[in-house]
Each structure stands twice: as structure tokens, then as C-alpha cells.
């Protein structure tokens, strides 16, 4: 029920990924009301693989993390979860309020035995092909344990999402010749690299769309304004590229012509297939969609939360930093 | 004699220089045996406006700040900077290596009364023009009274380069719905929002390339993963453009016909422009160019040191920090 556009997105995602995964079934958790108008429109009332569940609230996109936890145990976002956690369902998709929803995992499913803190992970696009990067924003003020944990996270999703068997991890780091970073990251830099981890150093800013690691680990902070940077300077780009293709009528020929070839950079640097942000190190699997997601992108996200059923994502990080705290002896 | 190429690229930005700005002198601070060719390479050897102060050392790019203060004390970076202290010449522009002119600086000149850590700033690129962002990288363990402090000398600057009477400034931080910022932010801002400055309060990193403030106020970790993580998402995009323009015998006419329109586009959006970050907080005036300016780039760097000599910045931040401290009582 949640992101900017609420059912009128979700369900025809929801039909998108039915056809796209054969074996899937999928359950909407919203208010029936709202939802089963939506299914006569896309002739799915009879769609065996697609159910309704019903939930009698919405968290509101600008509503406080811990009121929604307290004072709306009907809405979507919380039952959905719930479904999650009685082993209804495998896993969670939701365009809902962040917060909102990483406090109703975190209350609902608990984190994973080891894991202080579940981060939120999405991938980018590289010069390369993509690298996945965490926290994006859970998580302000980490220690250098949170990022270890991290970095086992987030190594172990690229191994799950991506096929890879050694996924290179950096740290973010600044490479001022000032300060070579504060003591959490020198701390972090350690602990990560006495794992069995492909751990490969600190990387700088400038390494994370060169591909140079498939994990990006930072905290949350930094992480977060990492993400908007980007967002807000390929929003940017984008921007003076039109006004230049329109300035006249020798530019919008131009324009035509090079429509193929700027469509084709388009849909390479295209955020809507890399939609969907994994809330790792939860006991349980949820995938946050961008608000704003259009039917592609919250079909993507569906297809996320599919691989990390089918690869077991939250018991591969069980038993990655059981193997790594038997392995140090740290129980931490 | 810093940066990537040397007296190259300095000796040419100079010759542009002083066209550009024909009411300067400009003295160029290195071996002599190096620049003296150099000078008559490009027939500048009769030119009045132009001198040699020699200084035997250079300072290399990787060396660490402390050992540059303490071992090179006749690099042309310290040489030059004790030209501004004894007030032989109104500011310095380098190219060489960032901590240790950092370090030499404020060895050298000291801080500005009131402040207490000096900040890298520079112009950005924006939607509607440009936003001068600080700290870029000088100080990674920030205090609330340090963003405050970046904010009145941010606001400064653009008040002197752009003439803008008015600007408005922000303070970076992320906007998750979960926890709204740290106790850092939170507590600079209400600092800031106790000055006269024109604070417009929190921004997020997506609001950077807006232009939605003139100033952006964010710590030195945090500010420098955001310009390089820009640095990095252009170049991707710079690369996946070429390789897609370059695929066939189409979409390279494509590219000759849109050609005028992306040089725009490159030249909007083009960072040699924007060359020359400002060391500001320092009792003299210090301008750092990137390593690997062209000598456009360069000359870029000199126009701004012009312009800050024109504007009296030093002079300008402390009456405005006086002025700040005087009204709210705090001696700090």
C-alpha cells in the first residue's frame, strides 16, 4: 500500500513479476477495498498465484518510525512483516517509509544472531557492471564492529545475487593526504581484514562507480549522502542534456539522431533495474523499493527478494559470521 | 612547482594569467635552473610582470604533511606561503600536496581569531549555476562550533566571489526517515540558526546539484566521499557515453552530429572551471588547484586567489565572525 503511487503500481508489478517468475506466488497486504478494484482492472481476479491479505492501515511516507510501531500494528507494512515471521511468506517487499519499515523488522523479525545492527544495501551501477554498497542510511553512528558486520553482509550478498565466490569488499574512505581517515575506519580496516574475507582496503569516493570493489562498505551517514550525491548530480546531468537537445532546431535533429545511442546510456545507468535495497541482517528477508518506483522498478525489487530466497540470503550471513567468530574466537 | 606536471602546466597558466588579469604580478616560487627555461620556452623571460623566487626543495605528492613542515623547509610550497606571511606577495596558489599545504599554512600564517580549524571550499557545478561547498576533506572529526564556523566562512566567500549579498546556506545530512542526523548536525544547526547567516537548515546529498543552497556546510569526511564520489559518477558517465557513441559506424555520425551539443553540455558541467579550492580560516589567503590541472584549470585557480585578494576574505570573515561572537556573547 505504501511509495508514492501505492496499488496503482504495485499490483501491475505484481503481474510483471508473476510473468517473469513462474514459480512464484505473491501475496498483497493492503486494504481489500483499494486492492481488489485494481485486480478487476488488470483482469487478475483470478490469478491463482496472487493473493490478498487484509490489512485495515498505512504507515504514512512521513510518519515517525516508532508511532508506526506502536499505534498502527494493522497496517500493510506490519502485517506483511508479520507473514514474514509466521513463515506465510518468504519475504517482504514494500515502497513504504524506511524507518518504518526498518523498525518493524528489526521489532518483528529480530536481527540475525551476531549482527548488531541490519544495514541497508543496494546495488549501483559500475563502469564495470554494479557494486553493492551498505549502509545507505540505517545506521548513523557505527563502530567498527557494525561496519565488520557490514562487510560480511554485504560479501555475502554479492556471492548470493551475483554468483561471485570472492567478492572484493572496500572500506570508504577519505584519501586526504591530511588524515587518512578517523579511528573507526583505521579500527574497521583491522577487524576486516583479520576475516576470510576479499577484503582489498579503502577505496575513495571516486572508486565506488569504477567497479574497483563489488562491496562498498561504509556507515550510514556517509553512506547515505554517498547515494543522494549521485542521484542529485545524475538528476543534473540529465537535466543540462535535455536543455542542450532543445535549445533549437539543429539540436533537437541532433537530438533525434542520437536517440538511440543516449537511450542505450540511459538504460545502462537506468536506477530503476537496480531498485530495490536489501535490509540485511535482519532474521527474515525485506527488500525496500524506492517510493517513487514505476512498475519496472518495483517488479526489480520483487525479482531481489526472489534471489535472496532462493539463496537463503539471512542463513548465508549466519553462517559466514558464525564461521568468521569461531574463527576469531570473538563472540562478539 | 607542485602538482602532477610541474612547471609545465604553471609557468603557461601564468603567461594566461596575467593577460586575464592585467593589473597582477605574478611570482613564481621554485628552482630556478627548472623555470628559467621554461620561461623562455614561452618568451616570458622580458616580461615585468613576472618573477622567479627561487627555493631549492619540492615537495612530493604522497610525502606526509608533518615531514614537509618539518625536514623541507625550503620547498617552494613553504617558501611561497612565507611570501604571503611577510606580505611580499597577496596570496598563494599550489598545486602540490594538499595535507602538507594544509599543515604549512597554518604553521605559517595561523588561523583567522575565532576560528579554529580551517576548511577546504570550492565551487560546484549546479542546475542554476554554482554552490560552494566546505569542508572538503581538511578536518574529519568536526564539533558542531566547527560546522559553525564553515558556515559563516562559506557564506563569506560566496558573498565576496559572487556578489551575492545574501547567500543561503546548508547544512549536509540525510534525510532517512529512521533518525534524522546525529548530534553533530543536529546541534550546528541550531548554532547556525543563531547567526545572522541566511540558514536555510538541513539539506540532503541530492540537494548539492540543485542549487538549492549557495553554501554547503558538511564535515571533511563526509564532504570529501560526496565530491569524489561526484568526481566518480561523472567519469562513469563520461565513459559509458564514449564507449556508446564509439560502437558503429552510426553512432559515431551520431556522435559528429551531436557533438556541438555535448561540448556544451562538457563545457557546463566542465570542472576546470571550477578549479581552485580555498583554504579558508587562514590569516592570508592559500588556494589549492587540483594535482592534475591543465593550465586553463590553473589559471582558474589564479582568478579565484584575484578575486579573494580584490574581496579581502581573510579581512571579510573575521568582522564577520566578530561581528557573530559579539552578538551572541560567545568568546569561544
Sequence with gaps: ???????????????????????????????PEVLEPRLRDLDLVDEPRLHIHAATEVVDMDESPAVALKKKKDSSMRVAINLVKEGVVDACVSAGNTGAL?????????????????????????????????????????????????????????????????????????????????EVVKQASQLIAETRLNYTGFIEGDDIYTGKVDVVVADGFVGNVSLKTAEGLAAMVNQVLKSNFKRNL???????????????????????????????????????????????????????????????????????LHQHLSATGDGA
Design 102 to 182: 526498518m523498525a518493524t523488522g528489526k521489532f518483528v523479525l529480530k536481527t540475525l544472531p551476531g549482527i548488531s545492527r541490519p544495514a541497508i544495501c543496494t546495488a549501483l551501477p559500475t563502469i564495470t557492471g554494479h557494486t553493492h554498497m551498505l549502509d545507505l542510511g540505517a545506521n548513523i553512528d557505527c563502530t567498527p564492529e557494525h561496519l565488520l558486520q557490514f562487510a560480511v553482509m554485504g560479501s555475502v550478498l554479492a556471492e548470493s545475487v551475483d554468483g561471485n565466490p570472492r567478492p572484493s569488499v572496500g572500506l570508504l574512505n577519505i584519501g586526504s593526504e591530511a588524515i587518512k581517515g578517523n
Design 250 to 320: 539543429f539540436t533537437r535533429l541532433a537530438a533525434v539522431i542520437a536517440m538511440p545511442v543516449l537511450n542505450r546510456v540511459r538504460h545502462t545507468l537506468d536506477p530503476r533495474q537496480y531498485n530495490g535495497a536489501s535490509l540485511l541482517g535482519l532474521n527474515g528477508i525485506v527488500i525496500k523499493s524506492h517510493g517513487s518506483a514505476d512498475e519496472e522498478s518495483f517488479a526489480n525489487a520483487i525479482k531481489i527478494a526472489v534471489i535472496e530466497i532462493d539463496q537463503s540470503v539471512p542463513k548465508r550471513i549466519s553462517q559466514e
Design 1 to 31: 500500500m505504501g511509495g508514492d503511487h501505492g496499488p496503482s503500481v504495485t499490483v501491475s508489478a505484481a503481474r510483471r513479476a508473476l510473468k517473469q517468475h513462474p514459480d512464484i506466488e505473491l501475496t498483497l497486504v493492503g486494504r
